[in-house]
């Protein structure tokens, strides 16, 4: 290792000590950590955003979750009794018809708030499509980075 002889790399800028090199390696440090940066606050926006859109769809999710258990039961049951006297028919026979409308009402309701849920969460595609275009412009970067 003692007698190697130093080439000057045609690359490494003017002054031949490598100061062009480390300059374009530090740019684009620099570039990088920008653009992930500005990533991380696009996807905050977008998660503000797709939450702002989600609270209506999380509300009636919880409502109907919350009125399936604690209210469907005892609802359902009693009208299922007075319905078993109105018609005379056996109480069990009600209980299983009041039972499935009611079953038929919640999944009517759970649908239409996944729904809206969904279309809540499209506002990350816009960060989705913005990193993509930065690892692009990263990758491209270092391709030509050495001509």
């Not at 989600?54 to 399936?68: D, E, M, N, R, S």
């Not at 609802?75 to 079953?103: C, D, F, N, R, V």
């Not at 969460?121 to 690892?135: I, K, M, V, Y």
């Amino acid at each position: 290792m003692a007698h190697q002889a130093f080439v000057k790399d045609p690359r490494a800028g003017l002054n031949g000590n490598g100061q062009g090199l480390l300059e374009n390696v530090s740019s684009f440090g620099s570039d990088v950590a920008s653009l992930a940066a500005l990533q991380g606050q696009l996807a905050a926006a977008d998660a503000r955003e797709a939450l702002g859109r989600a609270t209506p769809a999380f509300a009636g999710l919880v409502v109907a979750i919350l009125l399936a258990i604690a209210g469907a039961g005892v609802l359902t049951a009693g009208l299922a009794l007075w319905i078993a006297e109105a018609a005379q028919i056996k109480p069990a026979s009600a209980l299983m018809l009041t039972g499935g409308g009611a079953l038929v009402l919640v999944a009517a309701l759970a649908y239409v708030s996944a729904r809206m849920l969904a279309t809540s969460l499209r506002t990350f595609r816009r960060s989705g499509e913005e990193l993509e275009r930065n690892l692009a412009w990263i990758k491209t970067t270092l391709v030509y980075s050495g001509r």
